[in-house]
Structure formats: C-alpha cells, structure tokens
C-alpha cells in the first residue's frame, strides 16, 4: 500500500510498519470493520491514524484517556496534522478551537472521552461534521467482563450505524469472552475483521515476590535502579503519597498522583514524567493509560492488581522502546482480601462476582506460578505451547516445591473445626499450639487440630495459606470481616482425591528496616477497615475531620472487643453517651455485619451502666407479671420510662417505689414484691 507507506515515512518519521501493521492499516483504510489486539507498544495508534490521513472527512477517536488523547494531539500537530480533543481537561480557549476547527472543516482526528460521545449536543455536532471513521481505542472497556468497564462505550454502537462509517476497534488485553463481547456491542454481533498479533512482551523481565517488609523492597528495587524512568503503582490514594515521599526520603524524584488530586497538580505531574528523565510517579491506577513515553524503564506494584488484564495493561507501560524493562509485584494475603471484597462487596450480578473470582484466581496463579511465569500469563490469553521465556524470575530461579497435601488438609480441617469463623492468623495459632487468649476463650486448645502443625514455622505456615487462598481453596468471607471460608475446590484435597504441591517460600533474611507495627492484628484488621470507611462516610457527610466522629484508639477496641449491643459499644473508650446515642447502632451494624435490633430510647439511656442490666430484668418480672400470678388478672404494665426510673433510682420499700412516676396503687400491688426482690438481689 504505497500511499500508507509514504505516509509513515514522510509525517511520522518511520521506514517500515511494525510487525502487524500494514495489514491492520489496509483493512481500516479500506473501509472494513476491525478488530485488532496488538500487545503494548506495538503501534496501535499509527494504525488508525494513518487510515484517518487517507480517508476523505473527519476520524473520531473514542478514548477513556485523558493524557493519551493530549499526548497525541500534541504528537500529531507537531507532525503537521490537524487534530484536537474534547476532553475535560480543556480550556475554554481549546474547546473553541477544537469547535472552530470542525465547523472549518479543517479537523482530521477529533480525540473524544465516551462521557462526551454519549451528548446529544456531542452527537449532533459529529453528524454535521462528516465522520468517516470511528476508531475505538482500549476498547476493552466496553466490556462489563473486562477489568475496566465503561457504560458509555456501550453508546458507541449506536454512532456507528451510519451509512459508510466503519469502525475499528484496538485494544492491547482481551480475553476470549471479553473480544465476543467488544463484538457484540460495538459491532452489532456481526464479526469484524479480527486480528490477533499476540501478548508476548519479550523485552519486560517479570517478578513477583511475597511482602516481606514491602516498603523496604520497593525502595530497593527503586534504588537499584535511581536514575530510571519508573512507575509504582498502589492500591490507596494514601499509599501514593506514603512511597513518594519514602522514595524521596532516599534521594529518588519521586512524585505522588492520584484521582484526588487537582487536574492542574495531575497535569504537572503528567508534565514532568513526559519531560524529566529518571522521575518516579507512584500512582494509582488513574496515572499512565496512554502515557506516550516510550522509555519508562521499571513498572512495580506495591499492592497485587485486580486482574491479569489489568496487571499487562500496566507492566505494558514499560520498555515501549523495545529496550530491556523490568517489572515487580508485591503480593500478600492482606492484597487477596482486599480483591475478594472488593468482587463480593460490589453491585455486580452473582455471574458477574464469580467471573471476577476466576480472573483474579487467575492472576493469583500467575503470582504463585511454580514454571516459567510468561508461559502462564500467555496461556491465558490463548497462546499456549510457549517455551520458557528465561526472562522472569522463575526461569532465573526456580522455586523450590514440595508437597502440601497433608498441611493443607490440616490448614482446611482447622477452618472447618472453628466453624469457619476466623482468620489465618488464627487458625495458625491453633496448627502451631499457640495458646493466646482468644484460642483459650473459644476452647480452641481442645480441637484435634491444636498443634497439630507444630512441624512448620509460623513463616511457614503463612505461606501454605496465602498459597491456598490462591488457589481459591480458602477464600475470605466479607459477611464476616474476613474469615476464612472453605470453598468447593478445596472437597477433593480433603476427601484425600488430589495431592497439592505448594512453593517453599523463601523469605528468611531479616527485614533491614524494622517493619511498621500494625494497628491491630490480622485478625481484625478487615473489621477495622470496614469501620474506618464507615467513619469516614460519616465524617465527609458531616465536613469534619474522621477523629470527630471517633479517633482510631476506639475503632482499634472497637475491632479488638467486637461489641454485641450498646451494654458493651458503651464500654468502648472513646464512646460517651452522646456518641453512642448518634453513632452506637451504626457501628455496632458493621461489626455485626448486619441491622441490629433498634433499643427503646428509656433503655438506650442507660446503655453501658449497672441500671441496664437491672432495667431487663424488671422489665422480664413485669411481662411474667402483667396478668397476675395465676395469669387471669387485668392486664397491667410499667412504661419503660418508669422501669427506667426504678432501675436508676432502686427504691428499697414498697412506699419509695409507690413515689416513682407512673407507679400506681394497682402497679404497686402487681409488681412490688417482685420488683423489691430483684433490687435486693442486685445490691
């Protein structure tokens, strides 16, 4: 195609096509319905960019990034060619010469967000501009399968129904079920042209490792590679700014960017990656979806990501340039249930939950992987039969195995014995004969299964359970902040029908740093996120600080003591009568994972004190008591204001308790006696 050839050459700077393009360019020049997958960094754009240069009227680029569409924009005008952005990161001043370009008819690639292509001010503006060609890009987001859905790339279909429009769609992750659905929606269920050129990244180095002091390997990894263009990604807006600021601290350039910081800050931080060398940008997943910088050296995550699709599209970002890159993720059991609640905690439908299940099993399996890694992440995505890459951690050093079946059937029967109630840490202290307070308060000690694991240090046993939570033999339960549920997959390990063989994990060295003390243990640490984020929730609908509502120390009690009832959420330090009164029932819901049963307004008063307990059991004498003796009597009964009196006053004669309000002659007869004798009992 030499027209295509000739444009490569003379406005974009390049001899050949990559391997894949030219067809890829033929197909969408000619007019056909396309869908591409082409790995990162393979040249995805130029294949829908030079199309637009060939064909007559405007091309519309549908993307969900923000700084890819400016950094193309940019690309390309500095190329010669006119093409804007509608994005919301424009200025007035672009959005009208973006507007004035079209009426002009001068625009070639108009860049739009689907947010923008979903207005029916948008839809009527490109009727008139005279589209010929819409292009899709990460059209993957289409999906509600794919791992970064987009409801407004579902109205994409409808745009592209005009007479002589094709469409081309690119995406760099896409599982099987994800591309019938990307044909589905954008192409009406009728096949595109579909080309597959692969997933493999040979010059990306891949590493996982277990955290073990992550911090501390995170900075090491950075450090040996100062001077590099990297990535960090991380799980928490907090964590962000926490790294960059440890990075700093160890003379990295190193900056924080995440969704809560201004567009402005973001734009600056956009900036300075794309034109300083050597700087780290420790993210959320909000930064480097299209980030044009072909030589960003390392990607690393500090916390697991939520799928394989995901984990590429990121690990993508590096070595662009074709140069050597490496990446490094981090992974815990504190990252699997994180990923757990978040799937089961969504508004997803069950099929949907238990999609998203088996894609981070996936990724889970990835992490665990016991052979070469890029085998499994190619296998996939379809392409099996792969020989080991010898450019992963793995193949480098390949891990030491051995068989866990007898553990593992030790590790599930101590889940099953403690009714699946608690977490790893606990069930560990039962397989090793740890004897805390909480194995003696449940009778744990008595199980067959207390120390049972003796054989296997704690190290160890984290280990086994991380790996077959991996497996998804254990999986955290969101109903009960965390504890480990056995799963189906797990029957035939324990009905002794499969042998399991496991990574003998090797962290053994000392951390150099000493690791920060947690707030609370593992435990309850799931229970004591879920009362952060309602405090959080609290605190913004009120614009006050979190430490108004509560401070930490009374969340910490409040998931170490787990109150059942206001008696006990009184207890907690940190709780007065005034908070337990606004806030008691709202906590005491999230640690029992579900609405508790409202108390009277005279009854929540005395929440908490001695006078409660005494206020139920009048309240008991007084429903045994409202017809009488021999049950035939008039029925009669104290309003709970007056039990509340009496329980706080606790009169010692019949004529004190005949002087508290609402105690009649006829109540004084019924209940007296008996309300006597339980004040006397309670001295």
């Given at each position: 195609?030499?027209?295509?050839?000739?444009?490569?050459?003379?406005?974009?700077?390049?001899?050949?096509?990559?391997?894949?393009?030219?067809?890829?360019?033929?197909?969408?020049?000619?007019?056909?319905?396309?869908?591409?997958?082409?790995?990162?960094?393979?040249?995805?754009?130029?294949?829908?960019?030079?199309?637009?240069?060939?064909r007559p009227g405007l091309t519309v680029v549908v993307s969900p990034l923000i700084a890819l569409m400016r950094d193309q924009v940019r690309?390309?005008?500095?190329?010669?060619?006119?093409?804007?952005?509608?994005?919301?990161?424009?200025?007035?001043?672009?959005?009208?010469?973006?507007?004035?370009?079209?009426?002009?008819?001068?625009?070639?690639?108009?860049?739009?967000?689907?947010?923008?292509?979903?207005?029916?001010?948008?839809?009527?503006?490109?009727?008139?501009?005279?589209?010929?060609?819409?292009?899709?890009?990460?059209?993957?987001?289409?999906?509600?399968?794919?791992?970064?859905?987009?409801?407004?790339?579902?109205?994409?279909?409808?745009?592209?129904?005009?007479?002589?429009?094709?469409?081309?769609?690119?995406?760099?992750?896409?599982?099987?079920?994800?591309?019938?659905?990307?044909?589905?929606?954008?192409?009406?269920?009728?096949?595109?042209?579909?080309?597959?050129?692969?997933?493999?990244?040979?010059?990306?180095?891949?590493?996982?490792?277990?955290?073990?002091?992550?911090?501390?390997?995170?900075?090491?990894?950075?450090?040996?590679?100062r001077g590099q263009s990297g990535i960090l990604y991380c799980a928490t807006r907090a964590r962000t700014e926490t790294l960059a600021r440890?990075?700093?601290?160890?003379?990295?350039?190193?900056?924080?960017?995440?969704?809560?910081?201004?567009?402005?800050?973001?734009?600056?931080?956009?900036?300075?990656?794309?034109?300083?060398?050597?700087?780290?940008?420790?993210?959320?997943?909000?930064?480097?979806?299209?980030?044009?910088?072909?030589?960003?050296?390392?990607?690393?995550?500090?916390?697991?990501?939520?799928?394989?699709?995901?984990?590429?599209?990121?690990?993508?970002?590096?070595?662009?340039?074709?140069?050597?890159?490496?990446?490094?993720?981090?992974?815990?059991?504190?990252?699997?249930?994180?990923?757990?609640?978040?799937?089961?905690?969504?508004?997803?439908?069950?099929?949907?939950?238990?999609?998203?299940?088996?894609?981070?099993?996936?990724?889970?399996?990835?992490?665990?992987?016991?052979?070469?890694?890029?085998?499994?992440?190619?296998?996939?995505?379809?392409?099996?039969?792969?020989?080991?890459?010898?450019?992963?951690?793995?193949?480098?050093?390949?891990?030491?195995?051995?068989?866990?079946?007898?553990?593992?059937?030790?590790?599930?029967?101590?889940?099953?014995?403690?009714?699946?109630?608690?977490?790893?840490?606990?069930?560990?202290?039962?397989?090793?004969?740890?004897?805390?307070?909480?194995?003696?308060?449940?009778?744990?000690?008595?199980?067959?299964?207390?120390?049972?694991?003796?054989?296997?240090?704690?190290?160890?046993?984290?280990?086994?359970?991380?790996?077959?939570?991996?497996?998804?033999?254990?999986?955290?339960?969101?109903?009960?902040?965390?504890?480990?549920?056995?799963?189906?997959?797990?029957?035939?390990?324990?009905?002794?029908?499969?042998?399991?063989?496991?990574?003998?994990?090797?962290?053994?060295?000392?951390?150099?740093?000493?690791?920060?003390?947690?707030?609370?243990?593992?435990?309850?640490?799931?229970?004591?996120?879920?009362?952060?984020?309602?405090?959080?929730?609290?605190?913004?609908?009120?614009?006050?600080?979190?430490?108004?509502?509560?401070?930490?120390?009374?969340?910490?009690?409040?998931?170490?003591?787990?109150?059942?009832?206001?008696?006990?959420?009184?207890?907690?330090?940190?709780?007065?009568?005034?908070?337990?009164?606004?806030?008691?029932?709202?906590?005491?819901?999230?640690?029992?994972?579900?609405?508790?049963?409202?108390?009277?307004?005279?009854?929540?008063?005395?929440?908490?004190?001695?006078?409660?307990?005494?206020?139920?059991?009048?309240?008991?004498?007084?429903?045994?008591?409202?017809?009488?003796?021999?049950?035939?009597?008039?029925?009669?009964?104290?309003?709970?204001?007056?039990?509340?009196?009496?329980?706080?006053?606790?009169?010692?004669?019949?004529?004190?308790?005949?002087?508290?309000?609402?105690?009649?002659?006829?109540?004084?007869?019924?209940?007296?006696?008996?309300?006597?004798?339980?004040?006397?009992?309670?001295?």
């Amino acid at each position: 195609m030499p027209e295509a050839a000739e444009l490569l050459r003379s406005v974009f700077g390049f001899d050949t096509f990559r391997p894949g393009q030219a067809e890829i360019v033929a197909a969408v020049a000619g007019g056909e319905n396309t869908l591409a997958i082409m790995p990162t960094g393979a040249g995805k754009s130029l294949c829908f960019q030079i199309p637009a240069l060939m064909r007559p009227g405007l091309t519309v680029v549908v993307s969900p990034l923000i700084a890819l569409m400016r950094d193309q924009v940019r690309a390309l005008r500095a190329a010669g060619v006119a093409a804007g952005a509608l994005t919301s990161a424009n200025s007035e001043a672009e959005t009208d010469e973006v507007f004035d370009a079209l009426h002009a008819g001068r625009l070639k690639l108009l860049y739009i967000a689907p947010e923008r292509l979903a207005t029916t001010a948008t839809q009527a503006l490109l009727a008139r501009a005279g589209v010929s060609l819409i292009a899709v890009d990460e059209a993957h987001c289409v999906s509600q399968w794919g791992h970064d859905f987009r409801p407004d790339y579902l109205r994409i279909g409808p745009l592209r129904r005009a007479p002589g429009v094709p469409l081309a769609a690119f995406t760099a992750t896409a599982d099987g079920e994800t591309r019938g659905e990307i044909v589905e929606k954008l192409f009406d269920g009728t096949p595109p042209r579909v080309f597959l050129h692969g997933f493999d990244r040979p010059n990306i180095h891949l590493a996982f490792a277990a955290k073990n002091n992550p911090r501390k390997q995170i900075l090491d990894f950075a450090t040996a590679r100062r001077g590099q263009s990297g990535i960090l990604y991380c799980a928490t807006r907090a964590r962000t700014e926490t790294l960059a600021r440890a990075l700093a601290a160890e003379g990295l350039a190193a900056v924080a960017y995440h969704a809560g910081m201004e567009a402005g800050a973001r734009r600056e931080v956009e900036r300075r990656f794309q034109q300083e060398d050597g700087l780290i940008v420790v993210a959320t997943v909000a930064f480097g979806m299209g980030i044009d910088k072909p030589d960003i050296r390392w990607v690393a995550h500090a916390d697991l990501p939520k799928s394989i699709e995901a984990y590429y599209q990121e690990i993508g970002r590096a070595g662009r340039d074709g140069a050597p890159a490496e990446t490094l993720t981090l992974f815990g059991a504190d990252d699997i249930r994180l990923r757990r609640a978040q799937i089961d905690e969504g508004l997803a439908p069950p099929e949907r939950r238990a999609a998203d299940h088996g894609r981070l099993n996936a990724l889970l399996g990835l992490a665990e992987a016991q052979g070469c890694r890029r085998q499994v992440l190619l296998a996939y995505f379809g392409e099996a039969g792969a020989a080991p890459c010898g450019n992963c951690d793995t193949c480098a050093s390949p891990p030491e195995l051995f068989d866990a079946t007898v553990p593992v059937m030790k590790a599930l029967s101590a889940a099953l014995r403690t009714g699946e109630r608690f977490g790893a840490g606990h069930l560990i202290d039962i397989l090793t004969g740890k004897l805390t307070d909480k194995v003696r308060a449940h009778g744990h000690d008595a199980l067959p299964t207390f120390g049972v694991g003796k054989d296997l240090s704690r190290a160890r046993w984290q280990g086994v359970i991380r790996q077959i939570m991996g497996l998804d033999y254990l999986r955290p339960d969101p109903a009960r902040h965390g504890a480990l549920r056995v799963m189906p997959a797990a029957h035939p390990v324990l009905r002794g029908k499969a042998e399991v063989t496991l990574r003998l994990d090797t962290i053994a060295r000392p951390p150099r740093r000493p690791a920060v003390r947690a707030m609370v243990g593992e435990e309850d640490a799931p229970l004591l996120s879920a009362l952060k984020a309602r405090r959080r929730a609290l605190a913004e609908a009120q614009r006050v600080p979190a430490y108004v509502v509560f401070p930490d120390r009374t969340l910490i009690e409040m998931a170490e003591k787990r109150p059942r009832d206001l008696d006990e959420m009184a207890a907690i330090s940190g709780v007065g009568a005034r908070k337990l009164e606004r806030y008691g029932a709202i906590f005491l819901e999230v640690i029992a994972g579900a609405p508790v049963p409202e108390m009277h307004p005279a009854r929540r008063k005395l929440a908490g004190r001695a006078a409660g307990a005494l206020f139920d059991r009048l309240e008991a004498a007084q429903a045994r008591l409202a017809r009488g003796e021999d049950g035939t009597g008039k029925h009669l009964t104290c309003t709970r204001t007056t039990l509340r009196h009496i329980a706080e006053r606790r009169p010692a004669t019949l004529d004190a308790l005949g002087r508290i309000p609402g105690m009649g002659g006829q109540k004084l007869e019924r209940f007296g006696a008996a309300f006597l004798a339980i004040i006397a009992e309670e001295e």
